[in-house]
């Protein structure tokens, strides 16, 4: 019994497609082209989703239930009323911290240091927030505790003091009968032979912990206290200092995706320049360049469109989407690169119409195929309950989709105009008419000119393989074939295995 029924007729269906193309390629070419167009105007609600708890915590977990019961019967920190902070059960309450450490040397109360730090603290308290017309401080933001801003214990008890005058005790010190914990602002504490006297301490940690009772308001003074921390570890000579916020995370995911374009960009250069490279031969009639390079661009048309229509329904881009256009792009070059090795195989003597049926025959199958698992598996992923993964699924999912749809009607067209070029003896670059090899009236012109076939060799049966196809089939696979390569590649492969395992322990 014969199970290749729906291959053939999947084949069959395709051959006769593959001719229609051939019949009418320009539809084919616009058509795509005007709905990349049309969906590009989904960029206008293009949004970048930073809420890292909401991209990494699975909907429906039993941390989500508890948190909205926690906040349903406790006070969480950011209502805008009195608190302590040793109280917050909300992770990303609004704030501002630091860490400093000293330059040179390994005490952080030396006179220069403190004191350069006490400077940086009212400076951070002084800091002016205006919003449209309406300007405020850290005193009217500030988390407050009978009706005063919880603020570094160290600085409010020694104010415009020198370290040489601190005699502190750790982690609770005593100064005119008012006790304060210092635990939280000084780390890497050594001390005296009584074990308690603080000799040195390696970093001071500065936080400011704001109410929650305007949000805009405590998103400008995050900003602000960024730009002013960081203008001030730049040009401090004493002191390094690293600092956040409760948006730092969300910011450098925010920075992660930007910095990925670039690299983007080189990597569809890259790929531009490999495709175009793969497709030129000595012959410049049968050379495509121009097919390689629209094969990347077909990728990345699939790319754009399905950013522009979930970007309209309203999903939101992330950072992990971001790493999919890579992805994409693989696939894409991978499934070009099937369709042009169907091409050269089919003989060169038959008509335009009778190439392309052969290819799309060939290789849609295998392309269809392969885009059906590959959006098995996205749908797959999409459905899962964490939203960071669903919406790379969704998007991977959708671009894979729209790069299956612009290989068979974008690109098959390409292929159609580059078929006519071959038939009627024309130059991969120029377009225009040459001369085959065999009838060069010189040799430079046989280099960079001829190709082709003339009226007395094209019902020849010439080989048109790629020298790369002619390496993998004949000479790769009859090497592979020998015990004793078998044996070779089998004992590399456990080394390898096997010394990777080790240097991972």
């Keep these: ?28 070419l616009l058509l795509p082209l005007f709905l990349v167009f049309l969906l590009l105007i989904g960029f206008l609600q293009f949004n970048v989703e930073d ?83 309406t300007e405020k401080t850290y005193a009217d933001l500030c988390m407050k505790w009978q009706g005063a801003c919880l603020t570094n214990p160290i600085f409010k008890l020694y104010e415009k003091e020198t370290s040489k005058s601190l005699n502190l005790t750790y982690p609770i010190t005593t100064v005119n009968n008012v006790s304060r914990f210092i635990g939280k602002n000084l780390g890497g504490v050594t001390f005296y032979s009584d074990g308690v006297t603080v000799k040195n301490a390696r970093a001071m940690s500065m936080y400011y912990l704001l109410s929650g009772s305007d949000k805009d308001f405590g998103k400008e003074w995050e900003r602000r206290f960024m730009d002013s921390v960081a203008e001030k570890a730049e040009t401090s000579k004493t002191l390094d200092i690293s600092m956040a916020t409760s948006v730092s995370l969300a910011d450098e995911m925010l920075n992660a995706s930007v910095r990925v374009i670039p690299r983007f960009a080189a990597t569809f250069g890259m790929l531009i320049v490999f495709a175009i490279l793969s497709c030129i031969q000595r012959d410049w009639v049968l050379s495509r360049p121009w097919l390689g390079l629209l094969g990347v661009v077909n990728a990345g048309l699939a790319i754009l469109s399905s950013i522009g229509m979930l970007s309209f329904g309203g999903i939101k881009f992330n950072m992990v989407v971001a790493s999919m256009p890579f992805l994409i792009l693989g696939i894409g070059v991978d499934n070009m690169f099937l369709m042009i090795a169907s091409w050269r195989q089919c003989k060169q003597n038959l008509s335009l119409e009778d190439r392309m049926g052969r290819t799309f025959s060939e290789a849609a199958v295998s392309i269809t195929i392969t885009t059906l698992t590959d959006l098995l598996v996205f749908a797959i992923g999409a459905s899962t309950k964490i939203p960071s993964v669903r919406m790379f699924c969704a998007y ?60 007395r060799t094209r019902n020849f049966n010439v080989d048109l393989e790629h020298r790369v196809m002619k390496f993998f089939s004949c000479i790769l696979r009859t090497i592979s074939d020998e015990a004793v390569c078998k044996i070779v590649c089998f004992r590399v492969i456990y080394y390898v295995f096997s010394y990777c395992h080790l240097w991972m322990r």
Aim: glycine fraction near 10%.
């Design 396 to 455: 991977a999912g959708l671009s894979v989709l729209f790069m299956y749809i612009y290989q068979i009607t974008f690109f098959g067209a390409c292929m159609v105009y580059t078929g006519a070029r071959e038939l009627n003896n024309q130059h991969c670059c120029s377009c225009k008419k040459v001369l085959p090899r065999e009838e060069a009236p010189s040799r430079l012109y046989r280099i960079f000119c001829a190709g082709g076939f003339s009226s």
């Design 51 to 133: 809420d890292v708890e909401y991209l990494f915590t699975p909907e429906g977990s039993p941390g989500k239930n508890d948190r909205v019961i926690a906040r349903r019967l406790f006070r969480n920190g950011d209502e805008g009323m009195e608190f302590l902070p040793n109280r917050a059960l909300e992770t990303f309450i609004q704030r501002g911290e630091l860490i400093a450490t000293p330059k040179f040397g390994n005490n952080i109360l030396s006179e220069a240091t403190f004191g350069e730090l006490q400077d940086l603290d009212e400076a951070i308290r002084k800091l002016p927030i205006s919003i449209n017309g």
């Design 1 to 28: 019994m014969r199970f290749d029924c729906i291959d053939k007729i999947i084949s069959g269906w395709f051959g006769r497609y593959g001719r229609l193309l051939a019949r009418q390629p320009l539809p084919f």
